[in-house]
């Protein structure tokens, strides 16, 4: 395996939500995505999945450290938001650091 340069944090989020939820779960991550986490210091990346049996949502983020991520829980809006997903689904967070990411080309 090559070493790895440039370490960052990962958070992977997994969400259970009722299928009837999924859409509006999914629509409240997006919102917060857009107007939330791309403002905040430390964030790099961020994967949404939506299960194909509508019984989950799992967030992917790659953030520069876990005190990154530590602020951005700590953060009001962030706050205020987890609040409204707790509303309609359970999580599971689980921290870990990325070793590897890769990603084939896809040709149109």
């Not at 829980?73 to 990325?98: H, N, Q």
């Amino acid at each position: 395996m090559p070493a790895v340069t440039n370490k960052t944090t990962t958070l992977i989020n997994i969400l259970k939500v009722d299928p009837s939820s999924q859409d509006r779960l999914v629509d409240m991550i997006n919102d917060s995505i857009d107007s939330v986490i791309h403002q905040l210091p430390g964030w790099v990346s961020t994967n949404l999945v939506a299960s194909t049996d509508g019984t989950a949502v799992i967030i992917i983020s790659r953030w520069r450290s876990a005190d990154h991520i530590q602020a951005m829980r700590l953060d009001p809006r962030m706050v205020a938001y987890f609040e409204e997903i707790r509303a309609i689904a359970s999580f599971e967070s689980i921290l870990g650091t990325s070793v590897r990411a890769e990603e084939a080309r896809i040709e149109a």
